[in-house]
């Protein structure tokens, strides 16, 4: 399929930290995204300002802004990345919660529900720990968690980076070639699908 349009990533660290093994991640995938001509987004989760899901705030405030911003950044791309750290062997909090009220939003005349935004949109993951097995189990429950509840397409490659505070070089890229090019793989796995789903014309 040729197309003139540049495909629209939205990567998504599901870390803020400053220093953050699972940003330095990202912003690899995002450089290489780059590379292959694909327009980036880089989301700071963190910016959101999201509190603590709360049924009692929404149902006094209605749904934060920042999940409609979360849900305008999911609308204007046509695939996203997700990259998480393990916790306990589980997602981070700060991803959870984001889209925890991003699935609260609900449809007006103007606005599609928060779940329509995200179904039939294509994903894919990746992880990185100091650990030796980089965050694999967190990555499962990440997959189950958006094939499941938010019925997106997860894309079946991914990639846990092991021993990640060793990873990466001076300049930020990956020492690793092939974990370099596991990191490839995903995001090019990524593109062609979404190519694919993406409507002609
Ligand atoms: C509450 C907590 C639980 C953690 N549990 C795990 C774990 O189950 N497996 C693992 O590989 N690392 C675990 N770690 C270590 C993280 O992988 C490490 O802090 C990592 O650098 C976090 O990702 P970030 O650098 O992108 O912020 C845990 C860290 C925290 C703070």
Redesign the pocket.
């Known amino acids: 399929m040729t197309t003139t349009t540049p495909l629209r990533l939205l990567v998504i660290p599901a870390?803020a930290?400053e220093g953050?093994?699972?940003?330095r991640l990202a912003a690899c995938a995002a450089a290489m995204a780059r590379a292959d001509g694909i327009d980036v987004h880089v989301l700071d989760l963190r910016a959101l300002a999201l509190p603590v899901y709360d049924g009692d705030l929404e149902a006094a405030e209605g749904v934060p802004a920042g999940a409609l911003e979360l849900q305008r950044a999911v609308l204007a791309a046509d695939a996203l990345l997700v990259v998480t750290?393990?916790?306990?062997?589980f997602p981070t909090p700060l991803f959870v919660n984001a889209f925890d009220w991003l699935s609260r939003i609900p449809a007006t005349e103007a606005n599609p529900s928060g779940l329509a935004a995200t179904a039939e949109r294509p994903v894919a993951l990746l992880s990185?720990?100091?650990?030796p097995?980089g965050?694999l189990r967190s990555m499962n429950f990440v997959r189950q968690y958006l094939q499941m509840a938010f019925a997106m397409l997860v894309v079946p490659q991914q990639f846990a980076l092991g021993r990640a505070h060793e990873a990466f070089d001076a300049q930020g890229g990956l020492k690793e070639p092939r974990a370099a090019q596991a990191v490839q793989g995903v995001v090019q796995s990524l593109a062609r699908l979404a190519l694919r789903l993406r409507a002609p014309g």
């Open positions: 870390s930290r953050s093994l699972n940003r750290p393990e916790y306990n062997g990185a720990s100091p650990g097995a965050g």
